[in-house]
């Protein structure tokens, strides 16, 4: 199986580590201007809302190839409705991956929540290639929060975390999330359209040249993610 599967990384550590990352109480990160967002260059980017209904493709809009490991998840991704959708009908995570030519410093996606509780949640990570895998980057995002950190030694370190100053809809609304990275620095874009600053060591500490976007659930009644536009670089 996977690197990621293997170990129950990040908020797909399963009900009880979903709880411990949920309940933490890391610091809130400084509100910067947006116009601070370093300015990367996506180099993969496919917009869900464009693809037929059925079965996800191999590749992605610029011809990479996607990875997708499944983690207590009874089938892969599929496009609905204008949407890649994970099936997740009880609690697990998915990961869907894409390998860049160099460091992700870009991570982002517009996506939106359906009916359910604030377990729900999508995780952007940037996880290196080795066993077993690390990441500097692990921005996870739910109908109510954000909460940033970094993956080592088989679990999320958390760095900051903060209330959106509205709860995104859990209608289906579209809403966009992403992070930036320079050097040892991240901004968070977060779906109240504020962004945060944070500064932590750890960011430059290892290179993750693996862009992935999580589908996670935590109970039977958390919200479903939908993906409509998933980009990297």
């Known amino acids: 199986m996977s690197r990621r599967a293997a170990l129950g990384l990040g908020v797909g550590l399963g009900a009880a580590g979903g709880v411990a990352l949920l309940a933490g109480c890391g610091s809130p990160a400084p509100t910067t201007d947006p116009a601070a967002l370093p300015d990367v260059r996506n180099t993969v980017s496919t917009v869900w809302s464009n693809r ?34 994970g099936n997740l009908p009880r609690p697990g995570a998915i990961y869907v991956g894409q390998q860049l030519a160099a460091p992700v410093r870009r991570l982002g996606a517009r996506f939106g929540f359906g009916t359910g509780d604030a377990g729900g949640a999508l995780a952007l990570v940037a996880f290196t290639d080795e066993q077993p895998p690390r990441a500097n980057l ?50 968070v874009a977060v779906p109240d359209g504020s962004v945060r600053r944070v500064d932590d060591p750890r960011f430059g500490a290892v290179a993750g040249s693996i862009a992935t976007w999580e589908f996670f659930k935590l109970t039977p009644d958390s919200s479903d993610v939908r993906m409509y536009a998933t980009w990297a670089g």
């Open 52 to 85: 037929p209904d059925g079965p996800m493709p191999a590749v992605g809009d610029e011809g990479t190839p996607f990875t997708v490991v499944l983690t207590g998840a009874p089938q892969r991704p599929t496009v609905a409705d204008g949407a890649l959708v």
């Open 138 to 187: 692990h921005l996870s995002l739910t109908s109510d929060r954000w909460i940033l950190g970094v993956v080592a030694d088989g679990g999320v370190d958390e760095v900051a975390r903060d209330f959106y100053a509205t709860p995104v809809p859990t209608d289906g609304t579209p809403v966009q999330g992403e992070v930036r990275l320079a050097g040892t620095t991240a901004f």
